[in-house]
C-alpha cells in the first residue's frame, strides 16, 4: 500500500481560506468557487484513500462521509452531501442564484474541512 500525504489536501483548503472573503467581486466569488470544488473533490478522495488504509472499502463521494459518519470520523454526513451537492451544481449548471448559493455554505465547509483535516491525519 502507497503512504497517503495530506499535503496537497492542506495547502487547497489553506488556498480556499486564505482566499475567501465576504464581500468578493464577481471574479473573485468566481475564483473562490472553483477553490472550494477543488476542495470538495480532493477532500472525499483523500478520505477515500484514507478509509482504505483502514480496511474500509467505500466508492463515491456520499459513501465516503457515511462510512466516516459509521465509524465515527464525522458526527453528520448531511452536511457533507450538501457541500457535494453544491459542488456538483458548480460543475454543471453556471448562474449568478447558483453561484450565490454555493457561495454561501463555503464558511461551513471551511470548518468542517478543518474538523476533517484533522481527523484524516489521526488516521494515517
Sequence with gaps: MTDITLEKLRKVLESLERGYKTNP?????????????????????????????????????????????RIGWISNPEVWFDFIKQRNKASHIYNEEIAKEIFEVIPSFIIESRKVFEVLKQKI
Design 25 to 69: 467581486s464577481e471574479l473573485e466569488r468566481d475564483g473562490i468557487i472553483q477553490r472550494y470544488e477543488f476542495s470538495v473533490e480532493l477532500t472525499w478522495k483523500t478520505a477515500k484513500k484514507v478509509l482504505e488504509q483502514n480496511s474500509i472499502e467505500t466508492d463515491v463521494p456520499k459513501n465516503v462521509f457515511r462510512e466516516m459518519a
